[in-house]
């Protein structure tokens, strides 16, 4: 194994002297901090660069928890990871419950071994912790490098999160593995490819495997086809050991994240209401059961856990009433409603007709656009037209990973028609991507 790993490395280095650099970095200022490791030759330890980027809530006084969004494997997927920290939906759901929003960029090169990061015992593990304590100390938080992971993972980072949990089931308040989840049997074709043992303290982590219908649940063949029995094998092992696991199938997605968010950030905040200490540096509380709902492996319908007639052991686990409500809607059409308006925008500017201002975003979902209005009329949005090739249109845009796109939209209005020499009032306004309008 150590010189199967040397060889990777030799192979990493050589691959990324011939690939662009990873340059194209947000700014990193407070509240956002970062951290940057070169790569290890030490057998056992990380192979790749990779950088980290925290987002920590201003104001915050301790911090409970940390919500980390890992991207999939892959060049693109990993630049990607450079702004998931800078995700205004995410660091709604972070700010609501004191924690800070992390995210990795692995520095793979296209054709290197995806393992030698996506497995945590590759060398990932240590690092993150690591970083954990260096952002700690950069930031002024050093509880963050004891505080609970909530864990979000494309892809490959599906295995990393999945991994993770398998490592450190004691840290994990939940975990939420999207199109990838680790092996539990050796494969022969795959010989980088480490199986896991799963520990019994798994069992007390909630967690929700999610994919699209396309990869092996409608949609048999082609590069993602595997992806629906390797759930249903992780999800029977650990639901077989009483394991709060779920499954939930995108209906119009392969490998790409569509509007998985719209869910995971509902199922997420359940799940850390429940588990979080009141207070930073208390332990995880154990996951509430009363409440439960459950459904069939491939049903689209989930009822009082004592009303459940089927199998147990191979039933979906959903943590209470109202997130099994949106599980039903987002498996049906991924449409989950909204009533309740997002936060009004703040610290609106106006300087050479240029207008500028700070928003959140709405945690149920999220920011579409921003309506300008001057003396009471509409005279444009920002974005013009929001895009998302993925699924709903929103403010930042979309990457592959579900990480906003590069460089990142900026809270920016020009008013090309403004009458010179006259005042004029402005307001902006935040619309969700249900449509609904803030103050």
Known sequence: MRTLALCLLALATSLSAQQPPYDVFPPAEAPYYRVRYEASAKPGELIFPVNYTVWVPPGVKSLRGVIVHQHGCGE??????????????????????????????????????????????????????????????????????????????????????????????????????????????????????????????????????????????????????????????????VRGKGGLIGISVDPFTSHECGNQRYFTILWLDACLTARLPEKSGGALKPMPTKGARLAALSGTEAVPAGEFGGDKAQSLWLPNAAIAKAWAVYVKDTAIPDTTPPPAPTGLRVKDNVLTWKAEADLESGLAQFIIERDGKQIGTVPEQPKNPFGRPVFQGLQYSDTPTNPLVEMRFTDATAEAGKKHQYRVISVNTTGLKSE
């Not at 630049?79 to 992390?102: E, F, I, N, P, V």
């Not at 994990?172 to 050796?186: F, H, Q």
């Open 76 to 237: 693109g997927s990993c630049k990607s990871g450079l702004t998931g920290a800078y995700d205004l939906h995410w660091q709604a759901l972070a700010k609501k419950h004191d924690c800070a929003l992390l995210a990795p960029s692995y520095e793979q090169p296209e054709k290197a071994e995806c393992q030698m990061w996506c497995d945590p015992r590759n060398g990932s593990d240590a690092a993150f912790q690591k970083a954990l304590a260096d952002l700690g100390a950069k930031s002024g938080h050093p509880e963050l490098a004891k505080v609970p992971w909530a864990l979000w993972g494309h892809s490959g980072g599906g295995h990393w999160c999945g991994g993770m949990t398998i490592l450190h089931p004691e840290r994990v308040a939940a975990a939420c593995l999207r199109s990838g989840v680790p092996l539990l049997e050796a494969n022969p074709a795959r010989p980088t490819i480490k199986a896991y043992t799963l520990p019994e303290g798994v069992s007390g982590v909630p967690i929700m495997c999610n994919l699209g219908t396309k990869e092996g649940v409608t949609v048999k063949e082609g590069r993602f086809a595997g992806a629906w029995d390797a759930n249903v094998k992780f999800f029977t092992a």
